[in-house]
């Protein structure tokens, strides 16, 4: 212990002078690249000196107990390492300062009151014996000691959380009036101070940016403005939420709380509605998704179910943890609460055995969101086994009122979202069985303002909300079609059909890529037949409204499925998909969802997949599906390689293509590269598709390497 004592004491020394030159010449500092990661450290270390020091005001509690010498040596072993751990974390601290994004006044309090430790500590500690026999400086420089320690402590909180932190949870905090308030702050906001703002405000600026108030939004940081309204794709803000988590660009940083898929999705609708921090949410289409997105938001960030006690018992996490997917996402109401809500999403890869798997959580399931799945009768009996349901979603579903006694039998309903839905009059019946029904949205539906005014007396504890009435002479823009089809991947035979909610709207479509005109391209009535692969673009046109925005679907034809398939190189990350098969599973990947079982990812390696046949078959033509995210790197192969051969070891290479790079940023996209070639009668296929090696400079990440995704590879020949 003398040995520790001596260490101590020279360290303790030493590291005062070092920190006094430091803090002197600290203008002139400059921390070399090897000394960055100590720093970094600073948050790490600093808990072991507040915990060592704490148990100062501990041990004089056990004084008597364990006797005078014993107390001493417990205590100069407590300043011993007290001293080291206050001096190393100081300076560790030191070096972390010289990072940008830090306010200098929090910042230079939290420092001095550093120093001011290290003085106190060194004090006690070359003090120490002398000190011990004299109770009133021993306990004044010991209390003194402690406060600065708490001091300390508060101000490096304050940097890293904010100046309210600790106390934040029990202030009740501004109500917000989700219906007149400005989207913007009723959604918005409440995503960005979770998950941003720790880390982008005014003490503590990363890259110069600050979140934390609306002129610095505004203002963006030392990378330019966060967003540009015009061209949402290209916002910087998009750009970082949607990059692969092991990028370091990446936001928020690895091992901070992320952004769900659903607050992506609301960013994003929002920054391409505009970015309007004044409107409110009555002032958008209805229509929109952002309203859809923005209302589920709000909903959660109110959390009426919160505050309430519930008596069933919570689930089991394994169980949460299994339900839990791309498509079903499964999440408590609040920390405190056994309560659950659950999100079914992306229409197109529905499966009724998803709210059937819910049923492992019946009892504790009290929010469903069924947005836009293509649910029918027999999903909606499924629904009687949920007993505390309190609030469904059913917006853009095909429900009507015909098909909707089941929800009478869920007692605890209080809210219940039927827009843009077949719902007409005959919804009363089912409202005169739900007794505990308190909000009912029937936005774009058959009920109108005055069926709801005959409505009203006889239930008068239900709020109808019939979303935004328009002036009948002001022009609202459309909602673009939509894509009959649950698959881009048609069967033999299978037509492509189209459709839009809207009553009246036409459709026209091309199918050479060309845009959509209003006046050449073809009406869509019927269903059609695709050849090979095919982009369908779509707009959507009525008198008296501004037509919409284009869609556009690459379609697939299936063609020659092979005996087997072996991926020869390692995917990249965890974009392992569901293994081999995932290249001829007949499952097509949405661009925006890359991290669905649907996809490979490859960044390091090139996607090298070997394809056999039973027998030799003839093959043509081999296409290459893949995803286009340039916001998250994700670009079009460099280089496609097509190799065929009688065995894997006899292989020769048929056909190389080089698919056209984007020059500016565009929508998230599936596409196909086809490669023909003269027939070919071989039992064994190898496609290999390299990544890009460099993004462009126009790239927000210029220099980077890119990503290779890839959901299908399909042959076509004389025997298909």
């Not at 490979?600 to 090298?608: A, C, M, R, S, T």
């Not at 020059?663 to 086809?674: K, L, Q």
């Not at 927000?700 to 298909?720: I, T």
Request: hydrophobic share 40%; net charge negative.
């Amino acid at each position: 212990m003398k040995l520790l004592s001596n260490i101590a004491a020279q360290v303790g020394f030493a590291g005062l002078i070092l920190l006094g030159f430091l803090l002197v010449f600290e203008s002139y500092l400059s921390i070399p690249v090897w000394l960055q990661p100590l720093g970094r450290m600073h948050p790490l270390l600093l808990h072991l000196p507040i915990g060592v020091l704490a148990l100062l005001a501990v041990i004089p509690l056990v004084r008597k107990e364990i006797g005078e010498e014993p107390y001493l040596k417990v205590r100069t072993f407590i300043l011993d390492l007290g001293l080291i751990l206050t001096i190393g974390t100081s300076l560790f601290g030191l070096f972390l300062a010289q990072e940008e994004g830090y306010s200098s006044d929090t910042l230079s309090t939290h420092k001095w009151l550093a120093v001011a430790l290290c003085l106190l500590v060194y004090i006690l500690h070359a003090w120490h014996h002398k000190l011990a026999q004299n109770s009133a400086w021993n306990k004044g420089l010991t209390f003194a000691t402690l406060g600065v320690l708490v001091a300390t402590g508060h101000y490096g909180g304050a940097i890293t959380h904010g100046e309210n932190y600790i106390w934040q949870p029990l202030q009740s905090g501004e109500e917000i009036d989700l219906a007149s308030s400005p989207l913007f702050a009723a959604a918005i906001a409440p995503i960005l101070d979770s998950k941003c703002n720790k880390c982008h405000n005014e003490r503590k600026a990363k890259g110069k940016l600050v979140m934390s108030t609306r002129s610095g939004l505004l203002q963006g940081g030392e990378n330019g403005p966060l967003w540009r309204a015009d061209q949402a794709d290209s916002s910087l803000l998009l750009k970082r939420i949607h990059l692969p988590l092991e990028i370091e660009e990446h936001m928020p940083p690895e091992g901070k709380p992320q952004l769900s898929s659903a607050e992506k999705k609301l960013l994003e609708e929002w920054i391409r509605a505009g970015a309007d921090m004044d409107k409110t949410l009555a002032q958008y289409d209805p229509q929109s998704p952002l309203v859809a997105l923005a209302q589920e938001g709000m909903a959660s960030k109110a959390n009426p179910y919160a505050k309430k006690g519930y008596d069933f018992p919570a689930a089991s996490s394994k169980v949460i943890a299994e339900l839990n997917s791309p498509f079903c996402a499964v999440y408590p109401i609040s920390a405190s609460s056994p309560a659950l809500a659950a999100r079914i999403s992306v229409r197109e890869y529905f499966k009724p055995s998803f709210i059937r798997d819910l049923k492992q959580i019946k009892r504790q399931l009290v929010y469903l969101n069924l947005t836009d799945l293509p649910i029918t009768n027999e999903e909606l009996v499924e629904l009687k086994d949920f007993p505390n349901l309190e609030k469904l979603i059913l917006n853009g579903t095909e429900v009507s009122g015909s098909n909707l006694e089941t929800i009478g039998t869920l007692d605890a309903l209080k809210s219940l979202a039927l827009s843009n839905t077949k719902t007409d009059s005959t919804l009363v019946e089912l409202l005169r069985e739900l007794d505990n029904l308190e909000e009912l949205y029937v936005w774009n539906t058959a009920i109108d303002s005055n069926l709801v005014e005959s409505w009203q007396d006889e239930f008068p504890k239900v709020n109808f909300h019939l979303g935004f009435e328009p002036d009948l002479s002001e022009k609202l823009k459309m909602s673009p079609p939509t894509l009959a089809n649950d698959k881009m991947l048609l069967r033999p035979g299978e037509l492509a059909a189209l459709k839009h909610s809207l009553p009246g709207a036409v459709i026209r479509y091309t199918l050479d890529g060309e845009e959509p005109d209003s006046l050449e391209a073809t009406i869509y009535q019927d269903p059609m037949s695709i050849d090979g692969i095919t982009t369908l673009r779509a707009k959507a046109y009525r008198d008296g409204w501004d037509a919409s925005e284009t869609v556009s679907f690459t379609l697939f034809q299936a063609g020659i499925k092979p005996s087997a398939v072996k991926v020869l190189q390692a995917t990249s990350g965890n974009y392992r998909g569901s293994g081999d098969a995932t290249l001829v599973d007949a499952e097509k990947g949405d661009a925006s969802n890359f991290r669905s079982p649907y996809w490979l990812g490859f960044q390091d390696n090139p996607l090298d997949a070997l394809f056999t046949f039973d027998e030799p078959k003839k093959v043509d033509e081999i296409v290459l599906s893949y995803a286009v995210n340039m916001s998250s790197y994700i670009m079009p192969p460099k280089k496609v390689e097509i190799w065929g051969g009688n065995g894997p070891n006899s292989m020769q290479r048929l056909h190389t293509s080089t698919p056209q790079q984007p020059t500016a940023y565009g929508p998230n996209t599936v596409e196909a590269i086809t490669v023909e070639f003269p027939p070919m009668e071989y039992s064994h296929y190898k496609v290999v598709a390299f990544p890009v090696t460099r993004l462009p400079e126009w790239h927000g990440g210029a220099g980077d390497k890119g990503w290779v995704f890839s959901d299908e590879v399909l042959f076509f020949g004389s025997d298909d």
